[in-house]
């Protein structure tokens, strides 16, 4: 399984990204997560969908900015980034696990990750 991360930059304080991961053919019970990672700090948890019923989940920092989506047809996961802020820089790592949950273990494919920069 590989994965291809991609869509970060450099963005303005309030502005929007959407990060998009390409994750080719994945099994139905499939569960893809969104992480993020500060230097000298652990990977974080930020977002996660079910494949099969969109069920999503977010961490309580990003609740009501950030949305997850899927499109199968596509095999590509998203992450739209809105009202962005300072403390949302970070190297963006997708995901794929086997369980809806939010620890990094659980998690067995990782992308490269693509850096996200916010600042005026």
């Known amino acids: 399984v590989q994965l291809q991360a991609s869509g970060g930059g450099l963005v303005q304080p309030g502005g929007s990204l959407t990060l998009s991961c390409a994750t080719g053919r994945t099994y139905s019970s499939s569960v893809f997560g969104w992480f993020r990672q500060v230097p000298g700090k652990e990977r974080e948890f930020v977002a996660l969908?079910?494949?099969?019923?969109?069920?999503?989940d977010y961490s309580d920092s990003v609740k009501g900015r950030f949305i997850i989506s899927r499109d199968s047809a596509k095999n590509t996961v998203y992450l739209r980034m809105n009202s962005l802020k300072p403390e949302d820089t970070a190297v963006y790592y997708c995901?794929?696990?086997?369980?809806?949950?939010?620890?990094?273990?659980?998690?067995?494919?990782w992308g490269q990750g693509t850096q996200v920069t916010v600042s005026s």
């Open positions: 995901a794929i696990g086997s369980t809806f949950e939010s620890r990094v273990s659980a998690y067995k494919y």
């Open positions: 969908i079910r494949k099969s019923s969109g069920t999503t």
